[in-house]
């Protein structure tokens, strides 16, 4: 009889617990930029740390579509994607962001046009703050580890 409680207990916690880290997984774009700029420079670094990697869902209307270079300072090469810019959009806060997405592949951005509503997966690869905005960057496509260690130079 007295290991019913206990077992309550844990499921109760359980529970709990799935709950929250569920919530947590569950940060949409909107809410990454309102954290991101209620946050001190200490704690961005500790959320961009947190998300880099991470799957999120994003949409906006097309702005722009353009070739655009990295550099690997490791490799001294410079490798080639395609991003598309979107309209600045705000939050329930107020607070400015836009999201721009990666590609590396050019037959995916061809037939993107200006106005256009587009929503796509991809993976976090930057949160900055660009003083009027906060820009969010996601890579479209399977993020590879040569792809992690260039996009955190």
Do not use: H
Request: hydrophobic share 40%.
């Amino acid at each position: 009889m007295k290991a019913a409680p206990k077992y309550i207990f844990f499921i109760i916690a359980f529970l709990a617990s799935f709950i929250c880290l569920s919530y947590a997984q569950n940060l949409s774009i909107p809410d990454l930029a309102d954290k991101f700029q209620a946050a001190t420079d200490l704690q961005r670094q500790e959320i961009v740390n947190g998300w880099l990697g991470k799957a999120m869902q994003a949409n906006g209307k097309v702005l722009n579509v353009e070739e655009y270079n990295f550099f690997d300072e490791k490799n001294d090469k410079s490798e080639k994607y395609y991003r598309v810019t979107t309209e600045t959009q705000k939050t329930a806060d107020n607070t400015p962001y836009q999201v721009i997405f990666l590609y590396k592949n050019l037959d995916k951005v061809q037939g993107l046009s200006k106005g256009q509503l587009i929503e796509r997966d991809g993976s976090v690869i930057g949160v900055v703050d660009e003083r009027l905005q906060i820009a969010v960057w996601l890579y479209v496509g399977d993020l590879t580890e040569k792809e992690k260690n260039l996009f955190n130079n």
